[in-house]
């Protein structure tokens, strides 16, 4: 599995670009923005992108969408079902703030929590762990778990946002992402990677 990390959007958010190296088959994760390095290393190593997954409705997480999109048609757009009310409303999702303009989509397919993926060899899992949204959900694939705004390097996700809830994350953190093995490899939104077992050791809020 090769991952590959870019800073997008006014915010910088975390996107990435993942896919198996056996078969090309990939997939974006949170395009904040539109980035013309990932578009160039997608053609550059012949990636086939299946799937953007969105890890929550925000703006500063979706700008990047419609254009990565319009270079590859056929990819699928996945969000977790509880968000498409903020993916489709402006007011919700924050985006004239988070991207000067407002932005309403849906999803083309939309995820249970536990529901499963098959990318080329690699096998995704998708989790929900509401509290910086409603519909918030990380990514379990190999060993790393994309992380959204739910959890980051000793810190948390904001809540004070429309669907936001403090003990909703926490228990989102405490019971659903600690619950993978220490050395499980945290992929954030924002911020640098870490780990469970870091996390579990020295995040002041949990």
């Not at 991952?3 to 395009?31: C, M, Q, R, W």
């Not at 700008?63 to 270079?71: F, I, K, P």
Request: hydrophobic share 35%; net charge negative.
């Amino acid at each position: 599995m090769i991952i590959k990390h870019y800073l997008t959007g006014l915010l910088s958010v975390n996107t990435y670009l993942v896919y198996d190296e056996k078969t090309n088959a990939g997939f974006i994760v949170d395009p904040g923005g539109y980035s013309r390095k990932l578009a160039d290393d997608i053609k550059t190593a012949g990636v086939d992108i299946k799937y953007i997954i969105l890890t929550h409705g925000h703006g500063d997480h979706i700008g990047g969408v419609a254009q990565h999109l319009a270079e590859c048609p056929d990819a699928k757009v996945i969000a977790h079902e509880i968000e498409a009310e903020m993916l489709g409303n402006p007011q919700l999702n924050v985006s004239l703030d988070c991207c000067g303009r407002p932005i309403s989509m849906a999803a083309d397919i939309y995820v249970k929590d536990r529901e499963t993926l098959k990318v080329g060899e690699m096998e995704l899992t998708f989790i929900h762990t509401p509290g910086h949204t409603t519909g918030g959900m990380s990514i379990y694939v190999d060993k790393h778990i994309f992380s959204g705004d739910t959890l980051f390097c000793r810190s948390i996700g904001r809540t004070d946002f429309w669907g936001g809830d403090f003990r909703t994350i926490i228990n989102s953190i405490k019971d659903r992402l600690f619950a993978f093995p220490d050395d499980t490899i945290v992929l954030p939104g924002h911020m640098g990677p870490t780990t469970i077992g870091d996390e579990k050791r020295g995040n002041p809020f949990v």
